[in-house]
């Protein structure tokens, strides 16, 4: 009976290491198995990161196309009356000049047909400058003692005069702008200061 009660202790003690083992077995597996999940979650997260990444950059993209074409189309739509509106500004000064021609002292002795032409075209210049206005060309500030602006004003001359030395001190021709752009320069005579004015 010792002798059986000796082997059964002595299979017992292999069965509860093979427990043993099976268990660290286990908890190897387990562990692997966490491991592998962990790494693919993580590569799951590191993949929605760069499609979040990929969609955000192609919105911010998509967006700074939409405002590029809406900044085309509004600079289109000021602008396409450029080249219309530069031959236009010929017509302008010559009714300008032919206003400018007819001395004001002569006015006093002309007939009703003259005052009647004289006022029909100063109605037009007036009329033309405010059209231009209406699709933004405007005409560019050159009266006597402004400021000299290279982008604004083409200087022809450099004269005395009564204003500050490097201002305008005469309009030769009358400048325009379109939007920002400079359309004509305004021809001007640049004033060297110190004199009286011509």
Known sequence: MNDNNGGQNEDAIPSAENEGMDEAVGHQQASHAVNILAAQVSALEKERDELKNNMLRALAETDNVRKRANRQIEEARLYAVEKFARDLLNVSDNLSRAVESVPPESRGIMTEAVKTALEGVE????????????????????APGSAFDPALHQAVTQIPSEHPAGSVAQLFQSGWRIGDRTLRAAMVAVSAGGGKPN
Do not use: F
């Not at 109605?123 to 050159?142: F, M, N, P, W, Y």
């Open 123 to 142: 109605l037009t210049q007036k009329e033309l400058v405010s059209v231009l206005s209406r699709h933004g060309v405007t005409a560019i500030d050159a």
